[in-house]
Every structure is written in C-alpha cells, then in structure tokens.
C-alpha cells in the first residue's frame, strides 16, 4: 500500500456518549442456549448458581455484558411466561414450534431469568408475547415483575419466593411482527402496539419502563416510517431493527470452511450495517428530530450454515476470526452513530449463531467474537470521538468495501480508546493518527489476529485466537504510525 490511511480524531464537545447498551446479548430459547448452554440445572455435576453454569457467570461478567434480551426472537411470540413460574415440577411443557419441534420443561423461567441478570448486572430486556398472547397476560407480566405494593401478581410473585419488584425497564412489544410474531403488516402492528403499549403501566418502577417496537427487516425503510408516524413519541422508547450478515439465505455456506470469496461477501453484508442504521436514523429524525426514540439493534450478527451432525433447528455454528472482523466493524459502526443507535443485541450468547460462548458438556470456550466484545468494553458509557478519514478499498474480482473500520472513545477517566479493523483479507494497512490535541500521550495497544481466516478456538484448542499486546505501532511526537495486519480487530488505549 502507498500511502497511509490519514486518521483524524474531533474532541466534539456535543457528540454523544456511547450507550453501554450497545454491547447487549441475546438468549432464547433455541437449540443449546438456554437448556445445556446457560442453564444446566441445580442437580447437575457442573457447577452453577441456581441452575446457571458458574463458567459463564463468570465469563459474562468479564465481559461487561450490560443487558440481556430474552426468552425470543420467535419463541417469544409463543412464550406463555405463567408456565414459567412456580414448582419446576407442576409446569406445563412447551413445544418450541420454532426451533427444532422440541419439547421444553419449562424450567427456566421469569425467576431464573431475572436472577441471573442481577448476578450478571445486566438489565434484562423481556421480549413479550403479542403474536399468540393477549394485552392481559402481558400487562400482569409487568406488574408480576415490577410492582412493589400489594396486587395480584405481585402477591404471586411473593408466594414464588420473589419479596422485591425486579425492576425491568426494557420491554419488547413482539419480535419479528413482520414475520414470525404474526405476518402482520406495518400498519396492524402499530395499531396492535399502540393497544398493548397502553396498558403496559410501570407500576410506580421509579425509573419507568422502555417500550420498544418490533422492528424492520434489514432495508425495510417503510416499516420504520409507519411506525413513526403513527405511534405517538410518548409510547415509545425505541424502534428495533434487525440485520443477519447472510451471504444468501439460500445458500449460507459453511461457518469454517469458507474461501476469501465468501468472507468478502460476509462482510459486504456486515458492512450494510452503516447504510442501515443511516437510513432508518434518516426517517426516524423526520418525526423525531431531538431523538428521543433509540434504534434498537436487537438482532444482528453473521448467520452460516449449521454444523455438520447438529440438529438444523439449533442452529449451532463455529465462530471464526472472520466473526470478529464482522463485530468489531458492525460494533464501530454503532459507536459511530451513538446518536441513535443506543441499544443492541448480538445474536446470540451462547451454542447459537455468532456466539460470544460455546459449551460442550463440562467444557466451555470463549469464541473471537467473545475478545472483540471484551476489548470494546472500553467504549461502554465513554464519550464518542468522532473520527474522518478515507478508508483504502479492499477488492476481490469486481467489487470493492472500504477496509478499514475505526472508532474512538473518551471514557470518565480521560483514557482515549480507538478501536481499528483491518477488514482486508491480503493486505496489511498502515494508519496514521493525529492525536497532539489528545491529552493522552501514552499509548498501549492489543490486537486479535490469526493466521488463517478460517481460524477458530475449539474445545481442543481454546486459545488459538486471544488478545495479545501490539507493538506494531510508533507514537512519532503525537502522530500515531500502525501497520495493522490484515483481518484483525486492534484497540489502542492512550492515557
Ligand atoms: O436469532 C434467531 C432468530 O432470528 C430469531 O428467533 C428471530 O427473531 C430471527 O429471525
């Protein structure tokens, strides 16, 4: 490469603060992430608290994990939560007509959930049922988890052994109204939002509830634009969006055994994500120009082929460091626009998709997408720096996608983060970053990297691809000079 990638760095007094909501997960109740991945049971031989594997407890809270969404997706919209509450052995089973056809004991549940988040320090975010339930039952949801005086479903959740409200803030209206929560159109579900939204008091939880509206599918621009319109700002605190980086729903090739071709394609689909969030952002500042309403990501993430032996609805996938090129470009795109952007979901946490963890019996590994998640933390609640610079092309045959990704934060202590990707298959990239008017003036860095893109952690090799410290970089009197390697996720500190 000729010449350097010249990065420069606006100490913007305005910019927004990087929601540490951004960094959120996901758990359904799909294939091994609940049952076998999070929740083994208390009579199992490994350890846990209340059933959780102690492993992951521990994991997630190195990783900072701010939230959790659960039980769904679609599960959700089929999810009855009284069946899950009360003696494990008096609940009734579920069918998850979803997800493999298989039958659930029900034994994980309201209580099970909203422990864990507090051992977690997550928020919770419930997804409630409005495809296949009733205003009812989702409004005594609320009142179950959140009223402190005396009710009907407070006094339930006392005699369940549960004395304080829990306190959930984040409440999903359905998920996927456009497809699995009911085929609806865009106009149905925002009167059916509407319904349900008012009925969702917040019982006197101090801080008030979030309610945040199922949103588009990927480029569908018009769901967002008739939610806007005909929801009032009042009813709503956020808009979803979800977005699978799918090479061809089709056709979504193997998660390992994959050539530069289809990495590409992965990440053109990745990149999207920039153009995504531009554009719903554009029509939600039509009808809310303070942006008081947040985009919601709540799904996202790189979706292959199942593993080869694995049940097709479990959709159980390996995690390269192709993933972590694809989460630490989508995770700066989020910062990026931290404007709107201030919550999101990686799909999912555990034995799913582009999982941060992967179990197998006693053994557990943490996956690259798991370090990407762990380096950004930085950012979380951190003031954004907003960043200009012309990134090189990366080309394969005909096409091109910019190579470079980057993003930069200033935490409450003055430490400055920049997170870089070199999302280029062939070609190393060098960087060069202005940052004399930073108060920072020492710089650390480190970097995740391999040395194939088909590289991977396995239960054999949990370690192949960690954070290491990178030396690959000079501060030439307040000019930063990096060579950043191709396919690799590096983020510099500077205090
Ligand atoms: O994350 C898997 C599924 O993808 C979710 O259940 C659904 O919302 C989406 O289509």
């Given at each position: 490469q000729k010449e350097p990638v010249i990065i420069s760095i606006k100490n913007d007094a305005s910019a927004p603060v990087i929601?540490?909501?951004?960094?959120?997960?996901?758990?359904?109740?799909l294939g091994r992430c609940i049952y076998g991945g999070f929740f083994v049971g208390d009579t199992s031989k490994i350890p846990n608290t209340n059933g959780v594997r102690n492993d992951i407890i521990k994991a997630l809270k190195e990783l900072k994990i701010p939230n959790l969404r659960w039980p769904g997706g679609c599960f959700a919209d089929t999810y009855h939560w009284k069946d899950g509450i009360g003696p494990k052995e008096q609940r009734p089973t579920?069918?998850?007509?979803?997800?493999?056809?298989?039958?659930?004991?029900?034994?994980?549940?309201?209580?099970?959930?909203?422990?864990?988040?507090?051992v977690l320090g997550a928020e919770p975010y419930l997804s409630g049922n409005v495809g296949s339930g009733t205003v009812q039952e989702f409004a005594d949801w609320i009142q179950y988890a959140n009223f402190g005086g005396k009710s009907p479903m407070s006094d339930l959740r006392k005699k369940n052994g549960r004395t304080e409200p829990w306190?959930?803030?984040?409440?999903?209206?359905?998920?996927?109204?456009w497809g699995c929560g009911g085929n609806m159109t865009a106009e149905y579900y925002a009167g059916e939002y509407r319904k349900f939204a008012t009925f969702m008091a917040d019982w006197n939880n101090s801080g008030g509830i979030n309610r945040i509206a199922s949103g588009a599918n990927s480029s569908d621009y018009n769901w967002t634009e008739v939610l806007m319109k005909n929801i009032p700002l009042n009813m709503l605190g956020g808009v979803g969006v979800h977005h699978y980086s799918v090479i061809d729903w089709n056709k979504k090739g193997d998660a390992v055994n994959f050539s530069e071709e289809q990495y590409f394609k992965t990440m053109q689909q990745a990149l999207k994500m920039e153009e995504l969030v531009t554009k719903h952002a554009a029509v939600m500042d039509k009808y809310d120009p303070e942006k008081k309403v947040a985009m919601v990501v709540d799904e996202w993430g790189g979706w292959y082929d199942v593993e080869k032996g694995t049940n097709s609805g479990f959709l159980y996938q390996q995690n390269t460091i192709r993933d972590a090129v694809l989460a630490g470009a989508t995770l700066n795109i989020f910062n990026n626009h931290a404007d709107r952007v201030r919550m999101a979901n990686l799909a999912q946490c555990v034995n799913v998709l582009q999982a941060v963890i992967l179990t197998d019996k006693t053994k557990m590994i943490l996956t690259p997408t798991y370090h990407v998640m762990q380096m950004y933390n930085v950012h979380q609640d951190a003031k954004l720096l907003p960043l200009s610079f012309n990134s090189p092309l990366y080309t394969l045959k005909d096409q091109t996608i910019p190579a470079v990704s980057a993003s930069a934060s200033k935490d409450k202590n003055g430490a400055v983060h920049i997170s870089l990707v070199n999302i280029d298959a062939v070609n190393k990239h060098k960087i060069e970053i202005d940052v004399k008017d930073l108060t920072s003036k020492n710089f650390t860095a480190s970097i995740l990297t391999a040395s194939k893109l088909q590289d991977h952690n396995s239960f054999e090799n949990p370690n192949k691809i960690v954070p290491v410290a990178f030396k690959g970089f000079e501060n030439k009197k307040g000019k930063l000079e990096i060579i950043i390697p191709p396919f690799s996720v590096l983020v510099l500190e500077g205090k």
């Open positions: 929601n540490k909501n951004i960094y959120g997960h996901f758990a359904e109740h579920i069918v998850n007509q979803w997800w493999g056809g298989v039958t659930e004991d029900n034994s994980f549940g309201t209580h099970d959930f909203l422990n864990l988040c507090e306190k959930v803030k984040y409440w999903g209206i359905g998920n996927e109204a």
